[in-house]
């Protein structure tokens, strides 16, 4: 049986509401009896429940008519990774920030939990067990990460224990599961290009993959946990499975999961990153001309390529966190909620 924290009467507001992860956690808030709105650019499948608030987060008047009497604000809206877009990172995870931390001021909201990334760290060097303590990258791996850094300290700056505004982040890695439209179809996609035959280093680097629903959890507890006399206030929690794992073991379980065959032979590292840097360099020099995306960017070779995992001791210190699935059983999971991207299907 769940337990129901006095949540009944608190009505939040899901910023980012209609995509991968938003949207589990709007699916777990409903369940624990929340009365949930979600304010996304874009709408999905609509929920009974749900309201629906569409706009851009930069705009505050859309904003301030989504927060009427909302107390507790996620904001887990950014622009994917993938779209390598500086102007679009800036305007909507920094800008935009900004804007949602207003309006939520002057709305009254009491609450904000933001989702930020683990990655806030990471300098595409090797990062084991790291710890919340660790300091911002000072070379970020790429914009995305950049406005992601300037995006929490915003957040974090902003908690207000005398007025009432009170603040946290969830600094996930590696989010995996069902609906998820980034790390499996990419991966798929890869494979069919016949791309995924190769394990870049090692291939013994250990990085943490943490399935959607830890993730929702550390998010559910943390906005439960938020209040005035809690350490919790304006500090930053890894989240994760806690089960750092091989990357080439986990893309190796999801591949053969899926049907396709696990990458076997081996490349140096070095030599995948420089030819990475030099397809990106050579794609942004021809962006006027010709439009090509390579798949084997720096950042994914970075991420690829070294041990990146992190621990969650002050999650569970502070807010009693526990994963609630093992990398196991969310493997499983994720690969069954794929049936059309099987092979041959
Ligand atoms: N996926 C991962 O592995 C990790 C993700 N994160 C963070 O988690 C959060 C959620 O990520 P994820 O669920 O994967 O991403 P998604 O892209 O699936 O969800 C983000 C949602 O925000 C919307 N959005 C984007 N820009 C705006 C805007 N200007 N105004 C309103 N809504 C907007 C998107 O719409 P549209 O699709 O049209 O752009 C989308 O619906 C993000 O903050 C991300 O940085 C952190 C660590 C790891
Ligand atoms: C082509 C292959 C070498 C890699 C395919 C898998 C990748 C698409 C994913 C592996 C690690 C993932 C990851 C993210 C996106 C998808 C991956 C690169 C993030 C960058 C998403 C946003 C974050 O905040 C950090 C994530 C780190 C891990």
């Known amino acids: 049986m769940t337990t129901r924290l006095r949540p009944s009467n608190k009505r939040c507001l899901v910023i980012g509401g209609s995509g991968f992860l938003g949207r589990h956690l709007v699916e777990k808030l409903l369940d624990r ?6 304010f996304d650019i874009c709408q999905n499948d609509e929920l009974p ?4 608030h569409q706009g851009d987060l930069c705009d505050k008047q859309a904003l301030l ?3 009427k009497d909302v107390s507790l604000v996620f904001h887990c809206a ?3 990774p993938a779209s390598d877009n500086r ?3 800036e305007r909507v995870n920094i800008q935009g920030t900004s804007t949602v931390i207003q309006a939520c001021k002057e709305a009254g909201v009491q609450k904000m939990v933001l989702t930020s990334s683990a990655s806030v760290v990471f300098e595409g060097k090797d990062i084991k067990n790291g710890k919340e303590s660790l300091p911002y990258a000072k070379k970020p791996i790429d914009y995305y990460t950049q406005t992601k850094i300037m995006q929490e300290k915003l957040v974090l700056e902003a908690c207000d224990r005398e007025s009432g505004f009170l603040t946290v982040a969830i600094r996930p890695h590696g989010i995996f599961g069902p609906r998820d439209p980034q790390l499996v179809p990419i991966l798929v996609d890869t494979a069919c290009r016949g791309k995924m035959k190769f394990i870049i280093g090692d291939g013994t680097n250990l990085v943490d993959f943490t399935f959607v629903e830890n993730v929702v959890h550390g998010h559910v507890l943390a906005a439960e946990r938020l209040k005035a006399d809690s350490s919790v206030c304006g500090k930053a929690y890894h989240i994760t499975n806690d089960e750092p794992i091989r990357f080439w073991d986990f893309m190796s379980e999801i591949l053969v999961g899926l049907g396709y065959p696990a990458p076997r032979y081996h490349l140096p590292y070095l030599f995948v990153y420089g030819l990475a840097l030099l ?3 050579l794609a942004l020099l021809l962006r006027p001309l010709i439009s090509f995306k390579p798949t084997f960017t720096p950042m994914r070779v970075a991420l690829a390529g070294t041990h990146h995992y992190y621990s969650c001791d002050r999650a ?3 807010m009693g966190y526990t ?3 093992s990398l196991k059983e969310g493997i499983k999971r994720t690969v069954e909620s794929y049936p059309h991207l099987r092979r041959g299907a």
Do not use: C, R
């Open 33 to 38: 009896g929340y009365s949930v709105s979600v």
């Open 49 to 52: 429940s749900v309201t629906f």
């Open 65 to 67: 008519s989504a927060l």
């Open 78 to 80: 950014s622009p994917a």
């Open 87 to 89: 102007e679009l990172f």
């Open 279 to 281: 397809l990106w360099m």
């Open 316 to 318: 569970k210190d502070d």
């Open 323 to 325: 994963p609630v699935v």
